[in-house]
């Protein structure tokens, strides 16, 4: 059995806890929050039998294993590095941290304390993320990689109402590329690895964040083509283009439905058996290396998490998006 203590209170946390009370190896044991109110709440609907206002206090805790992070983004890296002091092992909500120093010093507090570290992007540990991994070789040669997430966020109607939530905050570290951007450069940077040199674009909103934008890609011999929106949803498919057929995935964010589409005209439906939540697959894979004492995750690696800060960086410095904890 692995403990959890929690971070959030949020939407994302009732998600996550959702999908890995699924896990028979799973227990909640801990919630934290800045109120004692709000952790009680949180804990007494989810069957917590500890409360905390304190996060080195909870994850001193013997009876907590590990601390699933849901916060802000701008508070990750400092929360994950408190617990992981205290050699409690942390599975952190994407994006991991602001920018790469702070990723970089969390590494390196986990491999001081000798505990797992692991980015919680569901989408490349899903069942259909590892058929695509299993049939890529069927579409031949890679020429394109097209990863499409834009979806309206219902917090734009209070933006636009003049309230101004943490989704467009960029003192939390947030706005499309962040939050969104990532389900499309994750994906990229686990099946095809670094990219040689970026471009990117996007739609600034007034608060200072991006509300959309676009990044392009080059590799040897293909390119990748990144959309993300908080503003607009676009019902689009994700591509991987091949010489020898495409790849449709319907929903980057969450890989069901995919299906191949030959040269020839004739079609392949691939099928794998998807019977949990989508941020199951999340807890089960932390669950299993905390088990087997393992230090990383083969898609979600700590390679594949700098990887992808160094884009998204590179990709705010072009388009002049800069976050307080930048600074530091």
Request: net charge negative.
């Amino acid at each position: 059995m692995v403990r959890f203590g929690i971070i959030g209170t949020n939407t994302i946390t009732e998600k996550f806890l959702e999908a890995a009370k699924q896990h028979p190896e799973f227990t909640l044991q801990a919630v934290y929050s800045r109120t004692e109110e709000k952790a009680a709440t949180f804990a007494s609907k989810h069957g917590a039998p500890e409360t905390y206002t304190d996060i080195e206090e909870m994850a001193a805790n013997p009876h907590v294993d590990a601390v699933y992070i849901a916060s802000p983004n701008a508070f990750h890296a400092e929360q994950a590095k408190t617990i992981m002091r205290k050699r409690t092992h942390v599975l952190c909500e994407k994006p991991m941290a602001s920018n790469q120093q702070e990723i970089a010093s969390m590494i390196e507090v986990a491999k001081e304390e000798n505990v797992l570290l692991m980015e919680a992007v569901k989408s490349t540990l899903m069942p259909g993320f590892l058929s695509i991994q299993d049939n890529l070789h069927k579409i031949g040669e890679v020429r394109r990689f097209v990863g499409n997430f834009s979806k309206y966020s219902s917090r734009y109607d209070a933006y636009k109402r003049g309230e101004v939530l943490n989704a467009f905050k960029p003192e939390l570290s947030n706005g499309s590329l962040m939050d969104l951007g990532i389900y499309g450069i994750y994906p990229m940077v686990t099946l095809f690895g670094a990219p040689n040199h970026i471009q990117t674009d996007a739609v600034f909103l007034d608060s200072g964040v991006d509300g959309q934008g676009s990044v392009i890609a080059a590799y040897d011999g293909m390119e990748a083509v990144i959309m993300h929106s908080k503003i607009v949803n676009s019902h689009a498919p994700s591509e991987i283009q091949g010489e020898e057929g495409t790849m449709l995935i319907p929903d980057i964010s969450e890989p069901k439905g995919i299906k191949i589409i030959y040269r020839d005209g004739s079609v392949e439906e691939l099928s794998f058996e998807d019977q949990y939540s989508p941020m199951y697959y999340e807890a089960a894979e932390f669950i299993s290396l905390v088990k087997k004492e393992k230090d990383r995750s083969k898609n979600n690696s700590l390679e594949h998490t700098l990887i992808t800060a160094k884009v998204m960086e590179e990709a705010r410095r072009q388009i002049g998006l800069v976050y307080p904890n930048d600074r530091y």
